[in-house]
């Protein structure tokens, strides 16, 4: 069934940031220009004039070099950075993976943090229960559940993180290249999982260097190019004008 409910709403965005225009070599020398007000920034534009309407049920891959602003731009999605102009709509739950230790206490055991991680996303104790053993399952990690999570390995890291956010059924899944440290097997049943999840009606946002991975998984594609959109509309159209361009 065709969605036409906009969840995600973005309307001529620019992400400002502020970069040191000169070299500071110690800590306190930048406290001493701090105080002074001495210290000199240049103006760095992240994203510029970014527009973009996602319906419900939509999967979009954002497709781009690396320090094109692809990660900002789910950032600001999340709500963790805010637009220096334009406006910023999202509806409903968002579970994001943009950062393997994100949500992750690395001393607690992936017991322990498989509650945590789910109160961060807006669930009590007693959903994460109901879905505890489909966690553990989905993650192939049930040998290791009493292991502190500083002692898994990045891989290890991503397949908890992924099992935890999709098992609570997100309206919005939003996903940066975590995956791309796990093995082959793992990243295919992902991405059946991100299909599962899309039949059910949530919206998937995926930033991946895997172009394949991205046209198996998404409908819609956005391409970034230094903070500018350079093209978006059906993945195919984007991704081949994408990989021809870095021929």
């Known amino acids: 069934m065709q969605h036409t409910e906009k969840i995600i709403d973005l309307k001529d965005v620019t992400v400002r940031f502020n970069k040191a225009s000169e070299n500071i070599n110690n800590l306190k020398e930048y406290f001493v220009k701090l105080v002074k007000r001495e210290l000199m920034f240049e103006e760095f534009l992240v994203l510029q004039n970014i527009d973009l309407e996602v319906k419900k049920g939509e999967a979009w891959g954002i497709v781009g070099t690396n320090g094109s602003g692809k990660s900002t731009l789910l950032k600001l999605i999340c709500g963790i950075f805010k637009p220096y102009k334009g ?4 509806e409903g739950r968002v579970a994001p993976l943009i950062e393997l230790e994100a949500g992750f206490d690395e001393d607690l055991t992936a017991r322990e943090n498989i509650f ?33 999570i500083k002692n898994y390995s990045s891989g290890m890291a ?42 059910k009606g949530a919206t998937l946002l995926y930033v991946s260097h895997a172009i394949e991975s991205v046209k198996d998984v998404c409908d819609h594609a956005l391409w970034l190019s230094e903070g500018k959109i350079v093209m978006k509309g059906s993945v195919d159209t984007v991704c081949d004008s994408y990989m021809e361009q870095r021929k």
Request: with cysteine; glycine share 8%; net charge negative.
């Open 87 to 90: 406006s910023v709509q999202v």
């Open 116 to 148: 945590l991680n789910g109160a961060i996303l807006g669930y009590n104790r007693k959903d994460m229960q109901k879905h505890f053993d489909e966690i553990v399952e989905f993650s192939g990690l049930g040998d290791f559940l009493d292991i502190p």
């Open 158 to 199: 991503a397949r908890l993180g992924f099992s935890i956010a999709t098992a609570v059924d997100p309206d919005i899944l939003i996903c940066d290249e975590v995956l791309a440290v796990g093995d082959y097997l793992f990243q295919k049943k992902c991405e059946k999982k991100m299909n599962e999840l899309r039949d």
